[in-house]
Each structure stands twice: as structure tokens, then as C-alpha cells.
């Protein structure tokens, strides 16, 4: 019995932070973990921003809140789960970000990070559940018993991928593919359900 497992932005959203940084027309915000390696760095850099550019959760949520999920994912996750008997998403986002989207693709279960934000409203830092969380989540299904097939499009996918007893690459950018050439790429949904299902 197999344990369907996948990344959310890139995969059924579109990158939240980018979105953001296009709202507020800002292209410091538009720096990934492609930019600044270090995740903590990173978002250090985005509260720093933020916090300069007076943009409090509530404004985020706002621009989130007028987000849809990619065209035909909500779609493939209802086949997705149709088929396997568990789907769980498994992102470096936070439910504070994702929820609203989440409604969008019908309430999948998701297992993220989470902020905290200040009296003022103002992110103030955030909650790493745990260091390199997908691919111990993999870990911990399997440790119960489960198989499991997995899919992402990035770096901090990688992991999660290997670990897994399949892992797809979705549409992932050129340098990834050709650098982890093991991992079969899909480019739509119907491919990536077909990779995921066999
Ligand atoms: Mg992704």
C-alpha cells in the first residue's frame, strides 16, 4: 500500500513568494533558496524586507487570498486521491500562507511550518517543525509500514525524492534534470499521475 506524497508550490500552486514580491513590486522578495542557500538567510532577508517595506501578514494574506492553484491541479489531486488511499502535501510553506489555497484544492492534508507574527501584526519569525521535514516525513511513512511515491519540482525536493520508493520531477528547472538525470520528469499532470501510479 503506497503513501502519495508531494510538493506544493511548483507542483499545484504557484510560488507564493514570488506572487508576493510581483504585488508589492518588489524584487527583493523575489530571491529563493536558488539565491541565498541558507534557508535561514533567506528568510531573514524576507522578514528584514517586509518589516522595511511596512507589508504585515495581513497584507500577504491578501494577496494570497486572490491566488488560484495552477490550471487542472486541483483536478489531478482528485484523481490522486481517488487512487491512493493517503495524499499528503508536504511543503516548506507556511498554514498561515497556505491555507487558503489548500481550501481551493478541496482540504488535502498538508504538513508544513508555521510564523509567528507580532502584537503589531508583523511577521516576526517562523517555525521550522523540523530540519529537512519531507524527506523525514517519507521517513516516518515508511517507518509505519507504507510505500511511498513522491513528486517535486526543486532542490529541497531531492531529498524527499530519493527517499521515496519513486520519485518524479515536475516540471523542474533545466539545471536539476541534468544534474540528477535518475529521476523520470513529468510536464504535465497526466504524465506525473501515470509516473506516480505505476
Ligand atoms: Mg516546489
Not at 486541483?74 to 499528503?88: G, I, M, Q, S, Y
Not at 511577521?123 to 517507518?143: E, N
Amino acid at each position: 500500500m503506497q503513501i502519495c506524497c508531494l510538493d506544493l508550490e511548483g507542483v499545484l500552486l504557484p510560488e507564493i513568494w514570488i506572487a508576493v514580491a510581483e504585488h508589492f513590486h518588489n524584487d527583493d522578495l523575489r530571491l529563493t533558496t536558488r539565491d541565498i542557500s541558507d534557508y535561514d538567510q533567506l528568510m531573514q532577508h524576507r522578514l528584514k524586507v517586509l518589516r522595511k517595506n511596512r507589508i504585515r501578514l495581513a497584507d500577504i494574506q491578501g494577496v494570497i487570498a486572490g491566488m488560484q492553484p495552477l490550471p487542472g491541479a486541483k483536478a489531478f489531486l482528485d484523481d490522486l486521491r481517488a487512487h491512493f488511499p493517503v495524499v499528503v502535501l508536504l511543503s516548506d510553506t507556511y498554514y498561515e500562507f497556505a491555507m487558503p489555497l489548500i481550501r481551493k484544492l478541496g482540504n488535502p492534508t498538508l504538513l508544513c511550518n508555521w510564523l509567528t507574527v507580532s502584537r503589531t501584526g508583523y511577521i516576526s519569525g517562523y517555525v521550522l517543525r523540523q530540519p529537512d521535514g519531507k524527506r523525514k516525513a517519507v521517513k516516518a511513512f515508511k517507518g509505519i509500514g507504507f510505500g511511498v511515491v513522491a513528486a517535486g519540482d526543486s532542490y529541497n525536493d531531492l531529498s524527499m525524492l530519493r527517499t521515496a520508493d519513486r520519485g518524479v520531477l515536475f516540471n523542474p528547472p533545466d539545471a536539476i534534470v541534468k544534474r540528477y538525470p535518475a529521476f523520470p520528469v513529468a510536464r504535465d499532470y497526466p504524465t506525473l499521475g501515470r509516473l506516480l501510479k505505476q
